[in-house]
């Protein structure tokens, strides 16, 4: 029990619901949000309390379940429930055989909540969305089928039914539920502003950890027997926050999107002083963070929305200067100095990391070009000289690791799915710009930040939000595409959960 840290969790939270309530009913009914809260409230005061996260478990699988009946967007409720705990993995304990599969929160929500959503709108087939296949749709499918098959050869045919199951559970489950929940204007902007209201309060966690020097969600993982790997990363003399992400470095890139969709979000704020001060929240969270790449992700998603939006453009060039000013002035000082110092390339502190990237990518291209088409899935064993002090061999770019393991024809089915979404979505907003230029800077949003998230791939691993943000552009391709005659995204949002009516195209907020 760690009741010191849930006093103070539960006090961050409860100011930002309480300051965020008006701003979400432009975007959610305020049943839902209610609904959401007192969730996010509860399983966060169970986790804290819980001695077994078997104990946990149990709640969290009843919560869930039963607000995702109940919730008029269960996509949107995934999005603010996938991170109450530190994603730790325990195997369910059966009798007969070694292991079953670990179970964490993102399974918790799958099962219980996105699967069922998945099959609602299968069975229901509104429109013919849910049963149509996109080439989107192919190249993930065909991307997660050669992960499986290049394996298979390797492993006992039980362990390829787990392998697939859990592909399905982590990622074709959630991919699906998202796209073809996402098909209206009201779901993207509901799933868009919840999204953010959870990064908002894992930012101001995240600040928290970093000026006290105290890691609050620490306690959970190792109460429950779990050790934590990379628990007090230092970055110069400052500690990395990581609030529930389980390290800094996907709590910078979860926060860093958070910002991105803030961007399309905050149009429905009116207080231009509350406007400043989330946006100032957020960069000081992944500044709080210390993980360099998402400071340039969030660099790139701010100038790359600036330039697509049809509202930014003209802001793009006044940012520019503005940041270019700043950051001369911050030069001139202790402050701007000590920024600099932590800065990738031409920062003094923690460069080892940039010549252990540097090692990883010649040796990655090294063994790539040994097994070009389809990679090797034993290659780990052969970059043992690449194995940290840690114990363990950190391929810090997604595009290597992915090639190293599948080969470039998995890498081109890889990258494929996410081109071939942005590029839909791109020009689905290009051709909206004149017809609604509120739906086209939604568009916008979704296409800064999955271009960011490309360019953040190069520095980490891949995570969760690359196939929600995805799933989300495939969604808004089919709700919003011009050569489609049911123009259902078109509808304002309504608060309290109004049942929204037509308004002719062209009408925007």
């Known amino acids: 029990m760690h009741p010191k840290e849930l006093v103070v969790v539960l006090a961050i939270a409860l100011i ?82 070694n292991t079953l599969f670990s179970l964490n929160q993102a399974r918790i929500l799958s099962l219980l909540v996105m699967l069922p959503l998945a099959l609602r709108l299968f069975l229901r087939n509104e429109g013919g969305i849910a049963r149509r296949l996109t080439l989107i749709d192919v190249l993930l499918v065909a991307y997660i089928t050669l992960q499986v098959v290049l394996v298979t050869p390797f492993e006992s045919f039980t362990n390829t039914l787990r392998r697939s199951f859990l592909f399905g559970v982590d990622t074709l489950i959630v991919y699906y539920a998202f796209s073809r929940s996402m098909t209206h204007r009201r779901a993207i902007v509901d799933a868009m502003a919840t999204f953010s209201l959870a990064c908002i309060i894992y930012g101001s966690i995240a600040i928290f950890e970093w000026a006290k020097g105290w890691l609050l969600y620490q306690g959970v993982s190792e109460g429950w027997g779990m050790s934590v790997a990379g628990s007090f990363l230092m970055r110069g003399q400052d500690l990395r926050a990581q609030a529930s992400a389980g390290h800094s470095l996907t709590l910078g890139y979860t926060l860093t999107i958070g910002f991105g969709l803030w961007l399309y979000v905050r149009s429905a704020v009116k207080s231009r002083a509350l406007r400043f001060a989330t946006t100032a929240l957020f960069c000081l969270a992944i500044y709080a963070a210390h993980a360099r790449g998402p400071w340039l992700t969030a660099v790139v998603i701010y100038f790359l929305y600036l330039a697509i939006s049809p509202a930014g453009r003209s802001m793009f060039l006044k940012s520019a200067t503005v940041a270019l000013v700043t950051a001369g002035i911050l030069a001139a000082t202790p402050i701007g100095q ?92 290009r051709r909206l710009q004149s017809v609604s230029p509120e739906v086209a800077s939604m568009g916008a949003t979704l296409v800064a930040c999955m271009l960011g998230s490309l360019f953040f791939m190069a520095t980490a691993s891949i995570d969760w939000v690359e196939y929600v943000l995805l799933a989300c552009m495939a969604g808004y391709i089919s709700a919003f595409s011009i050569s489609s005659r049911r123009m259902t995204g078109l509808a304002p949002v309504e608060p309290d959960g109004a049942r929204a009516q037509p308004f002719a195209v062209g009408t925007s907020r």
């Open 16 to 97: 930002v619901f309480a300051v965020a309530r008006p701003i979400a009913r432009a975007y959610m009914s305020d049943a839902d949000f209610v609904r959401r809260r007192n969730v996010w409230l509860f399983l966060t005061a169970c986790a804290f309390l819980s001695p077994s996260f078997w104990i946990y478990a149990g709640v969290a699988a009843v919560t869930c379940w039963w607000a995702g009946r109940r919730d008029s967007n269960p996509a949107a409720f995934f999005l603010i429930a996938f991170a109450i705990i530190p994603p730790v993995d325990f195997y369910i304990p059966v009798i007969g055989i």
């Open 338 to 429: 000590r920024v600099i110092d932590t800065l990738p390339f031409i920062g003094t502190v923690d460069q080892e990391n940039v010549i252990y990237r540097r090692r990883l990518a010649e040796e990655s291209w090294r063994l790539v070009m040994q097994n070009p088409l389809f990679g090797d899935p034993f290659v780990a064993s052969r970059m043992e000289d690449l194995r940290q002090g840690q114990g363990i061999i950190d391929l810090m770019n997604a595009y290597a690791a992915v090639a190293l393991f599948t080969g470039l024809v998995g890498l081109a089915l890889f990258v494929g799915f996410f081109l071939v979404g942005t590029a839909r979505t791109y020009a689905c907003q």
